[in-house]
């Protein structure tokens, strides 16, 4: 079975400053590892997502990830971020076995609160 | 917009009913799956289908099932319903039914369970 944590449930932040949303997975095999974003009301939108190779991950709204696998770390960072940046963030995991189908594993969310 | 569509937007209903959610996928994407959305439960997968069966199962409850039909839309069923059950339900939809496809996501079911 596969876990996520995601350590903080808000972080606030001002306008143009950088951000580090955390996640944390525990798995007891491989897994593929996704970021997706809600904005209010609603569905969820795929970010970014590591399947292999280099373990930094560009995405979309200039948002990047780094798979570290001695940590089981998957953080999510922006530079400098935009009010409209204000959502919720997931977290997910799903194994590599599973070729012929599909389980996300979610982490709670991070609610990113950005403010002027 | 993501190209999957979710109806009903809302749906209000009395413990002990039954109701049955909707789901149309993207054009030409073959899987569909279902997830409740709680606050205390947060997002978890329910079922997967692919191509009209079944592929994989998460924490779906007896009394909760699904389909998916040769059109390729698929419909959550849920009966004797629950307070526990108001929830957000989303579909979302991929091409492929490996876990590397990119899944789309609808906007959403908001059940309550009065």
């Known amino acids: 079975a596969q876990s996520v944590t995601q350590l903080d449930s808000q972080v606030p932040v001002f306008e143009e400053a950088p951000v580090e949303l955390r996640c944390n997975y525990s798995?007891?095999?491989?897994?593929?590892l996704f970021w997706y974003v809600q904005y209010p009301n609603q569905g969820l939108q795929l970010l970014l997502k590591?399947?292999?190779?280099?373990?930094l991950v560009k995405g979309i709204n200039g948002f990047e990830a780094e798979f570290n696998k001695s940590q089981t770390s998957f953080h999510l960072r922006k530079p400098s971020v935009h009010i409209s940046d204000t959502a919720e963030y997931f977290c997910?995991?799903?194994?590599?076995?599973?070729?012929?189908?599909?389980?996300?594993?979610f982490g709670k969310g991070t609610m990113l609160l950005v403010s002027p | 917009d993501s190209g999957v569509t979710q109806t009903p937007k809302h749906l209000i209903t009395a413990t002990g009913q039954r109701v049955t959610l909707r789901c149309s996928p993207r054009?030409?994407?073959?899987?569909v799956y279902w997830y409740q959305q709680s606050l205390d439960q947060g997002l978890q997968f329910l079922i997967q289908?692919?191509?009209?069966?079944?592929?994989a199962k998460g924490n779906i409850l007896e009394r909760f099932s699904a389909q998916q039909f040769p059109d390729l839309h698929s419909e959550l069923n849920l009966s004797s319903l629950e307070l526990g059950d108001s929830a957000l339900y989303f579909c979302?939809?991929?091409?492929?039914?490996?876990?590397?496809?990119?899944?789309?996501f609808g906007p959403g079911t908001r059940l309550t369970v009065l």
């Open positions: 054009s030409g994407d073959l899987s």
């Open positions: 997910a995991v799903s194994p590599t076995v599973n070729s012929g189908y599909s389980t996300l594993t």
């Open positions: 289908y692919y191509n009209g069966e079944e592929r």
């Open positions: 979302a939809s991929s091409a492929g039914q490996s876990s590397y496809n990119e899944q789309f």
């Open positions: 590591y399947l292999s190779g280099s373990t």
């Open positions: 798995s007891s095999v491989s897994v593929y």
